[in-house]
């Protein structure tokens, strides 16, 4: 069902996609000495885009900015000055409304008393297009409904990233102008077939998105060690130490050594919601922080932890950046050696507490593989279930029904039915049936008080059940 219903999303996003890029399509903007001449005939204007581009731009590597220049003409209506802003309000939804685009413009020629009004020639196209409420305002206010043209020189500056784009690569391949933004980094993933035009891809991007000064492109998958992945600059600077902030915290790390998703901004601050004050919270896959520091600053006691050297030493850092050094402790250990290290000293005390505790563990392309370490991890057991930790774990499925297998695959490796014992939270699709995960659950006392003498169990075991349940 989750998985239906997450097709049933990216439907629903396609097609709001496919709107807004038909919206896109028209362009903005506008440097105007031009002519205007009164004409009744507005057929030239009312293509479905107001911008065609010249073939000449069509294949173009190297990006060049004066050969997208065009003239095109849009409706217009002359309008005394007197009551230009009770028109140009009265008529906001017939405006060409632009980014860039001036409604008003001066005549080419005639006496400063009037100005002209552009309007979007896809909802005027003759005096009749106005609506009963226009057209009487236009009467109230004594402006002849005579439509006018008016030629518009469009230049690059004034086209979006999208047209530019679209002008330039092969017909009728994929068109993306999609990135995510990291700082003053915009991160790309460009399919083969764009690669050709990778440096006139950044640029545009560059030059259509203030405050991006440097564009990558990944060239491979990320590392599952460090949860990093190899880019290139596309184009500007070649600085990777990018500043973000993120549900009012402030990070500070070199996005080529570290791993940061900023689609993950909304998990991060769901999971920490769930953290009371005077919790403790131990994060074994802790990147730069963004789940320690946040509950570190809700009142939590945080313990973290990430085997990258890079994100230990970025963590450390954005912990002093936000003022919560004393609430963190912070490790550059493999995450097995956490749980059966710091984990299990810190546990005993805890467990005689009234506090929670949370075990989060965002490696999901292999987290589920270190839910074994907490077979036997502690001896004595408390008098109660009460108090036990409560782990996130998170993973990626590609099965047809998520929850079960990720419930299945978490059971298999912790080597005890979770069945009716753990929830499960879809975070989102990360790629075409692929979706990320969270199981949600208490570690059950018969696990974490194993009587067996090894903590866990020996690695052909461990193997045996990830072929059996792997859907990575």
């Known amino acids: 069902m989750l998985r239906l219903l997450s097709r049933v999303r990216a439907s629903i996003q396609s097609d709001r996609n496919l709107k807004a890029a038909v919206c896109r399509s028209l362009c903005s903007a506008a440097s105007l000495p031009a002519s205007a001449c009164s004409a009744s005939a507005l057929k030239p204007m009312m293509e479905p885009k107001l911008?065609?581009?010249?073939?000449?731009?069509?294949?173009?590597?190297?990006?060049?900015?004066?050969?997208?220049?065009?003239?095109?003409?849009?409706?217009?209506?002359?309008?005394?000055?007197?009551?230009?802003?009770?028109?140009?309000?009265?008529?906001?939804?017939?405006?060409?409304?632009?980014?860039?685009?001036?409604?008003?413009?001066?005549?080419?020629?005639?006496?400063?008393?009037?100005?002209?009004?552009?309007?979007?020639?896809?909802?005027?196209?003759?005096?009749?297009?106005?609506?009963?409420?226009?057209?009487?305002?236009?009467?109230?206010?004594?402006?002849?409904?005579?439509?006018?043209?008016?030629?518009?020189?469009?230049?690059?500056?004034?086209?979006?990233?999208?047209?530019?784009?679209?002008?330039?690569?092969?017909?009728?391949?994929?068109?993306?102008?999609?990135?995510?933004?990291?700082?003053?980094?915009?991160?790309?993933?460009?399919?083969?077939?764009?690669?050709?035009?990778?440096?006139?891809?950044?640029?545009v991007i560059m030059d259509k998105n203030p405050g991006v000064t440097c564009v990558v492109n990944k060239t491979n998958m990320i590392d599952s060690t460090f949860r990093f992945f190899k880019m290139e600059v596309l184009a500007g600077e070649e600085n990777m130490v990018a500043k973000v902030k993120e549900n009012g915290v402030t990070y500070e790390f070199d996005f080529s050594r570290v791993y940061w998703n900023p689609?993950?901004?909304?998990?991060?601050?769901r999971v920490v919601q769930l953290v009371k004050r005077g919790d403790t919270v131990f994060d074994v896959f802790a990147g730069v922080g963004p789940f320690a520091i946040p509950a570190a600053r809700s009142g939590g006691n945080v313990l973290a932890n990430d085997l990258n050297p890079e994100s230990y030493r970025w963590l450390q850092h954005n912990c002093k950046l936000n003022k919560v050094e004393s609430k963190v402790q912070t490790f550059n250990l493999d995450g097995r050696a956490f749980i059966q290290g710091p984990l299990k000293q810190e546990l005993p005390a805890l467990l005689k507490g009234n506090a929670g505790v949370h075990v989060v563990m965002n490696l999901p392309a292999l987290a589920l593989e270190f839910l074994d370490a907490f077979r036997g991890l502690l001896h004595q057991e408390p008098p109660c279930d009460e108090g036990l930790p409560t782990v996130h774990c998170y993973c990626f499925s590609k099965d047809d029904d998520p929850e079960t297998d990720v419930v299945k695959r978490a059971s298999c490796s912790l080597g005890f039915p979770l069945e009716n014992r753990s929830s499960v939270h879809f975070v989102r699709n990360v790629a075409p049936n692929k979706d990320m995960m969270c199981v949600r659950f208490t570690v059950p006392k018969e696990v974490l008080f194993s009587s067996n003498d090894e903590q866990t169990e020996p690695a052909p075991k461990r193997q045996k059940c990830e072929e059996a349940t792997d859907t990575t």
């Open 51 to 203: 911008y065609r581009p010249p073939p000449e731009v069509r294949g173009m590597t190297t990006l060049d900015k004066e050969a997208f220049t065009q003239t095109i003409t849009v409706p217009a209506l002359r309008v005394p000055t007197g009551v230009l802003n009770k028109v140009v309000k009265s008529l906001k939804k017939s405006c060409i409304q632009r980014p860039g685009v001036p409604r008003v413009v001066q005549e080419k020629e005639g006496s400063g008393d009037f100005r002209l009004v552009l309007l979007d020639p896809h909802k005027v196209s003759s005096p009749d297009s106005f609506s009963e409420a226009e057209a009487e305002a236009l009467r109230s206010f004594g402006v002849a409904e005579e439509l006018q043209q008016y030629e518009l020189r469009l230049t690059y500056h004034n086209l979006k990233s999208e047209e530019v784009l679209e002008a330039v690569l092969p017909q009728g391949q994929d068109v993306t102008s999609a990135f995510s933004r990291v700082g003053h980094i915009a991160h790309m993933n460009l399919r083969d077939h764009q690669l050709p035009y990778k440096n006139l891809i950044g640029q």
């Open 263 to 269: 689609r993950l901004s909304t998990e991060h601050q």
